[in-house]
């Protein structure tokens, strides 16, 4: 039978058509692979989604704690501070302002 191969094909023709068997097959693996690919670069896809929707929903969870945040260290950053005074010291600085400034009128 090889014999009759060699009858049949001549030498170039007979690489050219496995080299040709080779590439079918090699481009079929290519395209399966591709195919694979896809599908997981879609399940990929949405996953990413599905996490991005869970982030989204904590939002407000972490606007509110930021918030709380910001309102706890106002405090803590004017206690820290050298010239700092508490709010009560505030408040008697601010009724003194007006009564100086109340008493200051009368006398005009």
Do not use: C
């Amino acid at each position: 039978m090889d014999e009759d191969s060699d009858e049949q094909f001549p030498d170039g023709l007979e690489d050219h058509t496995q080299f040709d068997n080779e590439r079918l097959k090699w481009i079929a693996e290519i395209a399966e692979s591709i195919g694979r690919y896809s599908t997981h670069l879609n399940a990929l896809n949405r996953n990413i989604e599905s996490l991005n929707l869970v982030g989204k929903q904590f939002e407000n969870v972490n606007s509110l704690w930021s918030k709380f945040e910001q309102v706890i260290s106002k405090p803590t950053a004017m206690q820290s501070g050298s010239t700092s005074t508490s709010p009560s010291q505030l408040t008697d600085q601010q009724s003194n302002q007006k009564l100086v400034t109340s008493s200051s009128k009368l006398s005009k």
